[in-house]
């Protein structure tokens, strides 16, 4: 009798990890939209002009990337549909099997039941028995088989409406599967078109080599002298925090031999044998030692501990500097499709709707630094160790010293290298060595 209910079982596990599957699917899709439907709302402003741009080139990169990911999440539903088609299959091969069995069960109880129908053979059964306990056996026999016979007609129906379940649900997702075909299909023709359109501002870049090495050339000099800045403003927290460390250690000194003396003229030495260093090489006296380099210097006060604590636990889930932004370069070394031209990234730089979109710090902080870069403010906010910089700003509204929160509005995007929309260079350093933000950022 455990046979129904093994496949009962088998019909739900094969049912549960699809439908997560397909959650977790819808999920990604929907994110990818969302975000595909922001690239494109960018793409707009800069499609229609004359003059091909790096930034044209970025964003359908980016767009072709989405797209590329969105036919995947696609192809991977084709999959999970095909695998719960082809689960669907074998277990009504297998529930088939089981209502033969159980018919041809049900088919001998029936024939037996016919043979031996008379009651007076049922009566002759009974009373044959060799004492009366003997008797209250067969009467129970004869009721568990009747119960038998009922339960094998139950068990057949339970049966054959899992049958018919099971291949309700298989229309259900080949009709599921048919319009992921078509989705398939239209994404597809969608990526072809984006893969021209990029093929097409590619061989105007080409063209124009020279024009985008004098500007990768700029851009250089300008990540250059803002990796320079922002350098420069850590070493001096570095040292700051350096000096201050070495300036509380020598007053802990002092006051530790200022009471050592002051506890030895209060209280006259006890003399015992063999505890005069004098006379007794095993007793060494405790000399102040040096103390121990700290790993880092931003790491030294309470209020630092937290902040670098804090800002490691929310690693992948600080809050994007601006809203709707879109990452047009990405973290390290760029390259320009069929060129030569390649260049690094100290940090990412996100298309904004447009200029003067605020721009808001990711994590609470102080502010260390507020500068001019000649074609836009910056400003590098301490949080412990860890270092956020706002690069191309068209204006700031935090002052060097300044505490901010977490959301609270630095400045304002300046902006972009073509004058088409809104751009910030966004870089996250922990000291001086630069890291990837993306990964600290919310997805």
Do not use: C
């Amino acid at each position: 009798m455990l046979l129904p209910f093994f496949f009962f079982g088998f019909a739900v596990a094969s049912q549960a990890q699809p439908a997560q599957d397909k959650t977790q699917l819808e999920k990604e899709r929907q994110e990818i939209q969302r975000e595909l439907q922001e690239i494109q709302g960018v793409y707009n402003k800069v499609k229609g002009q004359t003059r091909q741009t790096l930034g044209q080139l970025n964003i359908l990169n980016r767009k072709i990337n989405l797209q590329e990911q969105y036919i995947s999440t696609i192809n991977r539903e084709l999959r999970n549909i095909d695998d719960d088609i082809y689960l669907s299959e074998l277990e009504i091969y297998r529930l088939n099997k089981q209502l033969d069995t159980l018919k041809a069960q049900y088919a001998k109880s029936i024939v037996y039941s016919y043979k031996n129908r008379s009651n007076y053979d049922y009566v002759n059964f009974i009373f044959s028995a060799s004492s009366f306990n003997d008797a209250v056996k067969r009467i129970a026999y004869l009721k568990s088989y009747r119960a038998y016979r009922e339960k094998q007609v139950s068990t057949i129906k339970e049966t054959q409406v899992l049958i018919a379940q099971r291949k309700k649900q298989q229309l259900v997702r080949k009709d599921q599967k048919g319009v992921a075909l078509q989705s398939q299909t239209k994404q597809v023709q969608e990526l072809a078109v984006q893969k021209k359109e990029k093929d097409a501002v590619v061989a105007e870049l080409k063209s124009k080599e020279k024009e985008l090495a004098g500007q990768i050339a700029s851009k250089k000099k300008r990540d250059r002298d803002l990796q320079n800045a922002i350098t420069a403003i850590v070493r001096r927290e570095i040292e700051a925090a350096k000096a201050k460390a070495k300036a509380e250690a020598e007053a802990k000194r002092k006051a530790d031999e200022l009471a050592a003396k002051n506890a030895a003229k209060t209280t006259p030495p006890v003399s015992t044998p063999g505890t005069n260093p004098a006379t007794n090489p095993a007793v060494v006296t405790k000399r102040n030692e040096p103390a121990k380099k700290p790993d880092s210097y931003l790491d030294l006060n309470a209020r630092d501990v937290a902040l670098n604590s804090s800002f490691q636990a929310n690693k992948a889930r600080l809050p994007w500097p601006v809203d709707n932004g879109i990452i047009t370069l990405r973290y390290g070394t760029n390259k320009i499709e069929n060129t030569l031209l390649t260049f690094d990234n100290p940090g990412i730089t996100i298309a904004t709707p447009s200029a003067g979109v605020p721009v808001k710090a990711v994590f609470d902080g102080e502010v260390s630094g507020v500068y001019n870069l000649g074609d836009g403010m910056a400003v590098t906010i301490r949080h412990g160790k860890y270092f956020t910089t706002y690069s191309n700003l068209s204006g700031v509204t935090v002052t060097k010293g300044a505490s901010v929160k977490t959301g609270q509005q630095i400045g304002k995007a300046g902006r972009d290298d073509d004058g088409n929309g809104g751009q910030i260079d966004f870089i996250l350093m922990i000291e001086t060595r630069n890291v990837d933000p993306m990964p600290w950022l919310r997805r």
